[in-house]
């Protein structure tokens, strides 16, 4: 499976998956709601990079009449909290467009009042995707969008995250699950477990693992990744009751999800844009004639010494 598509399909409301459940908080929140402080009676929308509609869920209840359309690469649905929000105002027309590329938009020329990213575009063919988006703008429609920032506080984590996998050590985990998993389909039982030396064998390398990795719980210097992994094998041991099938599922998914965590995690530091690459791309909005074109770092703190984001905004 597509690795932003198994992200979302998990039900994540934002990129930030369960730390922000609801929608986006602090600054990149406070961005946005300046952002919808628009003078009109009814806006038109454009989403690129939508993920599950978190942009929705702070849009109704301020913008009164227009619609909200989102489009990803990914197979993407409205989060619980989107469709929570959706069911309090059934005028506002919102839909999502799936493996709908930015570089090439299935909407008509001038359709939309503002067109909006947060950590999306950045992932598409820019000298494509900024084309489409003027494009699809209609007269002095504005484009709001936050990218990834090489110096940004996301992208230092999603880099050390990539440095945080322990490839031997995690096929050793999963080895030592499938070898409980199989002595177990053979025995029937999980009380018969502890007969099996091939499984006590197995839970051994696997508590001296937990160890290793648990014992420094601290997100500043422990080891976040497999602290996870940790974690979620082990969770395995909740489900000896289950069928075989859901147990096979379960340590297929295992390995799969992390495995595609850290394709997101590649393409996050991958996408990032240094201060040289965003004036080559407010020069390319110029030449293609936007107006009005600006761009600065966005601060996560008030002390503005954590960058969340590079901001760029222009006009039509």
């Given at each position: 499976?597509?690795?932003?598509?198994?992200?979302?399909?998990?039900?994540?409301?934002?990129?930030?998956?369960?730390?922000?459940?609801?929608?986006?908080?602090?600054?990149?929140?406070?961005?946005?709601?300046?952002?919808?402080?628009?003078?009109?009676?009814?806006?038109?929308?454009?989403?690129?990079?939508?993920?599950?509609?978190?942009?929705?869920?702070?849009?109704?209840?301020?913008?009164?009449?227009?619609?909200?359309?989102?489009?990803?690469?990914?197979?993407?649905?409205?989060?619980?909290?989107?469709?929570?929000?959706?069911?309090?105002?059934?005028?506002?027309?919102?839909?999502?467009?799936?493996?709908?590329?930015?570089?090439?938009?299935?909407?008509?020329?001038?359709?939309?009042?503002?067109?909006?990213?947060?950590?999306?575009?950045?992932?598409?063919?820019?000298?494509?995707?900024?084309?489409?988006?003027?494009?699809?703008?209609?007269?002095?429609?504005?484009?709001?969008?936050?990218?990834?920032?090489?110096?940004?506080?996301?992208?230092?984590?999603?880099?050390?995250?990539?440095?945080?996998?322990?490839?031997?050590?995690?096929s050793t985990i999963l080895e030592s699950l499938t070898t409980i998993d199989a002595e177990l389909n053979r025995l029937k039982s999980p009380a018969s477990l502890k007969?099996s030396n091939k499984a006590e064998s197995a839970r051994s390398n696997l508590n001296t693992l937990a160890q290793k990795y648990m014992s420094n719980l601290d997100p500043?210097?422990?080891?976040?990744?497999?602290?996870?992994?940790?974690?979620?094998?082990?969770?395995?041991?909740?489900?000896?009751?289950?069928?075989?099938?859901?147990?096979?599922?379960?340590?297929?998914?295992?390995?799969?999800?992390?495995?595609?965590?850290?394709?997101?995690?590649?393409?996050?530091?991958?996408?990032?844009?240094?201060?040289?690459?965003?004036?080559?791309?407010?020069?390319v909005m110029q030449d293609i004639g936007f107006k009005s074109v600006e761009s600065a770092y966005l601060h996560s703190d008030q002390e503005k010494k954590e960058i969340?984001?590079?901001?760029?905004?222009?006009?039509?």
């Open positions: 499976m597509e690795p932003w598509t198994s992200f979302w399909q998990q039900g994540h409301s934002t990129t930030f998956g369960p730390f922000f459940k609801n929608g986006y908080e602090g600054a990149v929140k406070n961005w946005w709601l300046d952002v919808l402080k628009i003078n009109k009676t009814r806006v038109d929308l454009l989403d690129i990079g939508c993920g599950n509609g978190a942009l929705l869920i702070d849009t109704l209840g301020i913008l009164e009449n227009g619609s909200y359309t989102g489009i990803d690469l990914a197979d993407v649905q409205f989060s619980e909290p989107a469709l929570k929000k959706m069911s309090l105002y059934p005028e506002f027309e919102a839909t999502l467009h799936n493996q709908t590329a930015a570089e090439s938009l299935p909407f008509s020329a001038a359709s939309f009042d503002l067109v909006s990213s947060i950590f999306g575009i950045e992932y598409s063919d820019l000298n494509k995707s900024i084309p489409e988006a003027f494009r699809v703008l209609r007269p002095n429609g504005a484009f709001k969008a936050l990218i990834h920032a090489k110096e940004s506080v996301i992208t230092e984590m999603s880099v050390r995250a990539l440095g945080e996998y322990r490839d031997a050590d995690m007969k500043r210097t422990g080891n976040a990744i497999m602290v996870q992994f940790v974690g979620d094998s082990l969770k395995f041991f909740k489900i000896l009751r289950h069928s075989e099938a859901v147990r096979r599922d379960y340590l297929n998914g295992l390995k799969s999800e992390f495995d595609a965590s850290r394709s997101r995690y590649k393409a996050m530091a991958a996408a990032a844009k240094s201060a040289d690459q965003i004036g080559d791309i407010t020069a969340a984001a590079w901001q760029l905004t222009a006009t039509k």
